[in-house]
């Protein structure tokens, strides 16, 4: 993968926009459709609640709400840290949304202080996700934030 062209892309899809929904929902399909071998790419809102509430995202329909620190998407807010999974039956906590998710990763957002949500992402193949795709995607997030970081911190 050339991640270095898709951050330059996200950021020309991103570049006049500042509504969050807006920019999340056209950054997951972005992801979803330029990244291969993804079943599923979006987002998770933390609620007031703590829990993470389902955003803007591309693949079969998803979890609408994960309980505070449950799951691998619990598990980034938690540790406010990249979590990346390769085999999701062997994490003890995950929850299943998706029978044909194999592996994931998901992403923090970062604002401020404070973790607003995660970028979630998972594929049907096992270890998927290599450490150049953590540290790529990672970039990719951070292209997001920059677009939306006000809005994520309201």
């Not at 998407?73 to 938690?78: H, K, M, Q, S, Y």
């Not at 096992?126 to 990672?138: K, V």
């Amino acid at each position: 993968m050339d991640y270095d062209l898709l951050v330059a892309q996200a950021a020309c899809l991103l570049a006049d926009e500042t509504d969050l929904i807006a920019n999340a929902a056209n950054f997951a399909a972005f992801i979803y459709h330029e990244i291969p071998e993804l079943n599923w790419a979006g987002f998770y809102f933390t609620a007031s609640s703590g829990e993470l509430v389902l955003g803007p995202f591309s693949g079969r329909p998803a979890c609408t709400r994960l309980p505070k620190g449950r799951c691998v998407c619990g598990a980034a807010v938690t540790s406010g840290e990249t979590v990346v999974v390769d085999d999701v039956r062997a994490f003890a906590d995950h929850i299943v949304c998706d029978s044909a998710s194999a592996s994931e990763i998901v992403v923090p957002l970062r604002a401020g202080e404070a973790i607003a949500g995660v970028f979630d992402i998972d594929s049907p193949r096992i270890a998927r996700f290599s450490a150049a795709d953590r540290a790529g995607i990672e970039q990719l997030v951070q292209t997001f934030l920059k677009s939306s970081e006000s809005e994520l911190m309201q």
